[in-house]
């Protein structure tokens, strides 16, 4: 059964940085031919956007426009782990961030429960 485990939420000041991490349990990225990855995030009283994306082919990265230039996505397909950099964050930024994945040969995806980024004073 596939399962995606977030972690790295917290509670940081303005203007600090995050890493948070997505470890997926039942499948290897190295072995997906077609795959896409995601991070997304909630905030109370808001719908889900998506904040960062990237895929198998093109190997390329889209992001929120609100997070462009402060947060990067990365797969290390060594440690099967999805990362979301997150820096200079602002209050705007807290809410709970989502992993989401695609397997585009299985037509099917996965989310994770979440992980709760608190930013503030």
């Known amino acids: 059964q596939v399962q995606l485990v977030e972690s790295g939420g917290g509670l940081v000041q303005p203007g600090g940085s995050l890493r948070l991490s997505c470890v997926p349990s039942?499948?290897?990225?190295?072995?997906?031919?077609?795959?896409?990855t995601s991070w997304y995030r909630q905030a109370p009283g808001k719908e889900r956007e998506l904040v960062a994306s990237i895929s198998s082919a093109p190997r390329s990265a889209k992001y929120a426009d609100s997070v462009k230039g402060r947060f990067t996505i990365s797969l290390i397909s060594a440690r099967n782990t999805v990362y979301l950099q997150m820096d200079s964050l602002k209050p705007e930024d807290t809410a709970v961030y989502y992993c989401?994945?695609?397997?585009?040969?299985?037509?099917?995806?996965?989310w994770g429960k979440g992980t709760l980024v608190t930013v503030s004073s």
């Open positions: 989401n994945v695609v397997l585009h040969q299985y037509d099917t995806e996965y």
């Open positions: 039942g499948f290897t990225f190295s072995r997906i031919p077609r795959y896409s």
